[in-house]
């Protein structure tokens, strides 16, 4: 954006929130919100959900009883609340369907959702199996219903420029990506006591269990997966992954690390790996192109350059570079100058905006129902992710490279080991 398009733009925008043009502005149309598992994403999405005009939430769904008065203090009066997804569906006050429940329950909700005739916002990942995530896709388009993946840095100002320049080529083309989402925490909720059976540990803990939740590579690396997707412009076609319990021996089923290699067309890579005992990195996601480096992190993004090297030998001239040491010459490849990591400081990507991912793609979600533009994170977008998921899962414990299948309509493929 240039000085005049900046002016311009901050002149409307204060234009736009004076006290006259709120007055005069239309009141937003209503939206009326049933929520599907009231937990803590549920409880953060419903808090953004809020700070859009016109949305109020109708109904909560949840099987753990304290949701409700944790999301009547969120919401600020009584929410009336019910076990049953189907009563929550039969309501006629529901406009909309927020699904946030844990994904190995997505596929039986956002079906049921998809066949009542509401459009449907739902948390990553897609599905849990091969074959949920095909299913979903067909329900949802049989049902011609409109749908929005909880993929929220695909709304994110300072992602999206980064992403629009990679494919614009600013960093060449783009071989390989590394992902890392790290931590130091056990990942683990507090259970009440007394729990018999241990019905409440399974209930909250959940995402400790390899039967109910894809694990470190779902729960956190399908964020990195749709962003390799999306500046590679396909699904990977296979995946070899590792994962173990290191630190944590608390009866968990899924590790407390995983380290995960995407295979993408023309040799091209996403390397994913996540901690669980160590923050180091963070968030963060590192495009590697032929001419330059893109940094993403949920914050901000910052591009680097290749230096361009002078002493470069061509095909019709051969360096005459040797290195003498203790009498031994040897080849230039053997010195080790100029490969110390690069310390200055990079290009920083400046959008103007820094709004949170989640309030920006619920925010477009809302518009999209109101029919204002198409979704941006469709369907096809949770699919390419989620069955990367499910079929990433299955790999960390087979330890073998497995291949992603495409969507194929009409039901389910198995995934193969090659």
């Not at 039967?211 to 396909?234: M, P, R, V």
């Not at 091209?268 to 330059?292: C, H, I, P, Q």
Request: hydrophobic share 35%; with cysteine.
């Amino acid at each position: 954006m240039n000085r005049r398009d900046f002016i311009e733009a901050a002149s409307l925008t204060a234009l736009a929130s004076s006290p006259v043009a709120r007055a005069a502005a239309p009141a937003a149309k209503p939206l009326r919100l049933g929520v599907i598992g009231a937990g803590s994403r549920g409880q953060e999405d419903m808090r953004q959900f809020l700070r859009v005009p016109g949305v109020s939430i109708s109904a909560i769904c949840d099987i753990y009883p304290s949701r409700t008065e944790q999301v009547r203090q969120l919401v600020g009066h009584d929410v009336p609340a019910t076990t049953s997804y189907a009563e929550l569906l039969s309501r006629h006050d529901v406009d909309a369907v927020l699904i946030a429940s844990p994904v190995g329950c997505h596929a039986e909700h956002i079906i049921a959702a998809a066949r009542s005739g509401r459009p449907i916002f739902g948390e990553k990942a897609l599905g849990f199996t091969v074959e949920q995530n095909h299913n979903i896709v067909d329900e949802v388009e049989r049902a011609g219903v409109l749908f929005q993946i909880g993929h929220e840095y695909r709304y994110a100002s300072w992602v999206k420029e980064s992403v629009r320049r990679i494919q614009h080529g600013d960093i060449g083309k783009p071989t390989h990506i590394y992902a890392y989402w790290n931590r130091n925490n056990d990942w683990r909720r507090a259970v009440p006591s007394p729990d018999p059976g241990r019905k409440l540990e399974h209930l909250i803990n959940w995402r400790l269990y390899r039967d109910t939740s894809g694990g470190l590579g779902t729960e956190l690396g399908s964020h990195h997966i749709d962003i390799a997707n999306w500046i590679f412009g396909e699904q990977p076609e296979s995946v070899l992954g590792t994962s173990s319990v290191c630190v944590y021996h608390d009866g968990r089923t899924v590790g407390d690390n995983v380290q995960l290699v995407f295979n993408y067309s023309q040799g091209r890579r996403l390397m994913f790996s996540s901690l669980t005992d160590n923050a180091k990195n963070g968030n963060e996601l590192w495009v590697y192109g032929t001419e330059g480096s893109a940094q993403i992190t949920i914050e901000d993004a910052t591009f680097y350059y290749e230096k361009k090297l002078s002493n470069q030998p061509t095909a019709d001239k051969p360096t005459s570079k040797t290195i003498v040491e203790r009498g031994v010459v040897t080849g230039a490849s053997y010195s080790t100058g100029g490969e110390m990591p690069y310390r200055g400081v990079g290009e920083r990507v400046n959008t103007g905006s820094s709004s949170d991912p989640t309030l920006e793609s619920i925010r477009s979600f809302v518009e999209a129902v109101r029919g204002e533009h198409a979704v941006v994170a469709d369907l096809h977008v949770g699919f390419r992710s989620g069955i990367a998921c499910s079929v990433a899962h299955d790999a960390v414990f087979a330890e073998q490279r497995m291949s992603i299948p495409q969507y194929r309509g009409n039901g389910g493929a198995e995934a193969k080991t090659t």
